[in-house]
């Protein structure tokens, strides 16, 4: 979490410098700004809209460095999400287990039935059957 946050705030730096050396380089729509040069909380608000793929109303990257810079950054923002926070996804361990070892699933199965036994347990486990089926399976 942090590291996204450090990302964001960073990229909303370069833009600040982008800024400063192409005043130009971004576009602040009269519409929904009160002024017309970006300050600080413009590029956060432009950073974050692009790294978590939203889009930031009221500002555009114009000139081809500040653009380059928005792909890279939303690039970047969408491989983490994908790719960093991966691991801590409660998937990961079921379905490595359950592929890994097919008793497992048999005996979480047995385990649930132990425990709703009467009405709708028997239909409470092809349930689960159905539902690991589509997980485990690309």
Not at 76 to 98: E, S, T
Not at 121 to 137: G, I, K, M, Y
């Amino acid at each position: 979490m942090c590291i996204y946050l450090l990302v964001g705030f960073s990229f909303a730096s370069i833009y600040g410098m982008l800024g400063a050396f192409q005043p130009n380089a971004f576009y602040l729509d009269p519409r929904l700004n009160l002024h017309t040069i970006p300050n600080r909380f413009d590029y956060v608000y432009y950073s974050f809209g692009t790294m978590t793929a939203l889009g930031a109303a009221g500002i555009n990257a114009v000139t081809p460095q500040a653009r380059s810079i928005s792909i890279v950054e939303a690039i970047l923002g969408i491989l983490y999400l994908a790719v960093v926070n991966r691991p801590f996804d409660g998937r990961i361990p079921r379905q490595r287990c359950c592929v890994a070892m097919p008793t497992c699933w048999k005996d979480a199965t047995k385990a649930s039935q132990a425990k709703l036994a009467g009405k709708g347990s028997q239909r409470f486990a092809d349930s689960f059957r159905l539902w690991l089926a589509v997980v485990t399976n690309p």
